[in-house]
């Protein structure tokens, strides 16, 4: 096998959704044998396997290391490697919440596949509702605190590119101190509810 070649199969193609094909180069490839890119089948259309050029539809995949071999009558040649894309975040929604976590945090974009990891400010926010897909993400805020946290995405070891995306904690709100009054010696214990205090063991300043 000389090279392995992307080529455009439709104009919405994703490549990590499948939708390209992918041209492979090389000899002695007779008319017909097994494909594989990352050990899933690559699909050749009729009239598209010679003995000198192999032309698939890509699997869905994922990665930047995937095999690609041709088995002809149980011959395999020599791996070339092929890389899908890495994740693009496009937007994310929304960009803040609550410090008790539970909302739900939509990523959208590209060359997600259909599983990896997603963190908000280090925390892992795991698959809801509709779950981790090719082209969208739904998961749940961990609770937390703090503004101006990274968003970040990685798909089989590709971290997206590029993660300009940040996330904040919404501000505390208080509602009401009771008891709301006591002697200029301090000493009183105050109990303060409201919102967004943070979680368990959330060093909270009054002033």
Known sequence: MDSVIPQLAYSDANVDSGGLFIIIAGQDFFTSGLIEVGGNVCTVLPGDHTHTQIRCLLPAGSGATNDVTVNIAGQVSVPKNYAYAPPVIDTV????????????ITLAGTSFSTSGAVTIGGLACNPVGSGHQHFQIECELPEGIGQGLTIALTVDGQPATPQPYTFSYDAPIVSTISPNHG??????????????????GTVVTAT
Request: charged content about 10%; glycine content about 20%.
């Open 93 to 104: 929604t929304p960009d803040h919440g609550p410090t008790l976590g539970g909302a739900v």
């Open 183 to 200: 002697n200029t010696e301090g000493s009183t214990e105050v109990v303060i509810f409201g919102s967004n205090f943070g979680p368990i």
